[in-house]
Antibody, heavy 120, light 109 residues
């Protein structure tokens, strides 16, 4: 069974940093791209970025709203994907979901989400 | 950037009725890369439809997707009480590679 478990969320002050982790199980982690999608309170889904599998270069893509501040990385030996968030803003407050893929352009597996609150 | 616009914003229907949700893209989207999700309060999104018209694993056949180019539709043939939720369309393309629609809230009338 595919499982994705996010951790690392919490309350952080504006301008500070936070790192989220996504621990995966139930599939060969290294074979898949991994993504982060966020949802501000009461709002819709916003794609944050993804990291390709190492077979496809292990490179990452980001949404314009986070490019230069957020970095996605992966440790295939531990089956963990990371989201390093720097220079956080109040508008980054959201539930952050880890997802497997995109695979064939979509996301069939999602974690339960972790809440990040950016506030002074 | 491909913008996906969903309509209506809110749809009020009764159980047993047919629901038709629209997703319009600002540029042509490959049907291969158009998906629909359902999200209930406090839960992660669930993949319903991929490739514009293929049901994901375990999705009941009352859910169907159609469309091509810039116009896509999610249809729920006969609404069950558990179908009242928010629905999102999503496309995979280029720069940025992933965008979501703003969502359609399906509520009980």
């Amino acid at each position: 069974e595919v499982q994705l478990v996010e951790s690392g969320g919490g309350l952080v002050q504006p301008g500070r940093s936070l790192r989220l982790s996504c621990t995966a199980s139930g599939f060969t982690f290294g074979d898949y791209a991994m993504s982060w999608v966020r949802q501000a309170p009461g709002k819709g889904l916003e794609w944050v970025g993804f990291i390709r599998s190492n077979s496809y270069g292990g490179t990452a893509e980001y949404a314009a709203s986070v490019k230069g501040r957020f970095t996605i990385s992966r440790d295939d030996s531990k089956s963990i994907a990371y989201l390093q968030m720097n220079s956080l803003k109040t508008e980054d407050t959201a539930v952050f979901y880890c997802t497997r893929g995109p695979y064939r352009g979509n996301y069939a597996y999602w974690g339960q989400g972790t809440l990040v609150t950016v506030s002074s | 950037e491909i913008v996906l616009t969903q309509s209506p914003g809110t749809l009020s229907l009764s159980p047993g009725e047919r629901a038709t949700l629209s997703c319009r893209a600002s540029q042509s989207v490959s049907s291969t890369y158009l998906a629909w999700y359902q999200q209930k309060p406090g839960q992660a999104p669930r993949l319903l439809i991929y490739g514009a018209s293929s049901r994901a694993t375990g999705i009941p056949d009352r859910f169907s997707g159609s469309g091509s180019g810039t116009d896509f539709t999610l249809t729920i043939s006969r609404l069950e009480p558990e179908d009242f939720a928010v629905y999102y369309c999503q496309q995979y393309g280029s720069s940025p590679p992933i965008t979501f629609g703003q969502g359609t809230r399906l509520e009980i009338k």
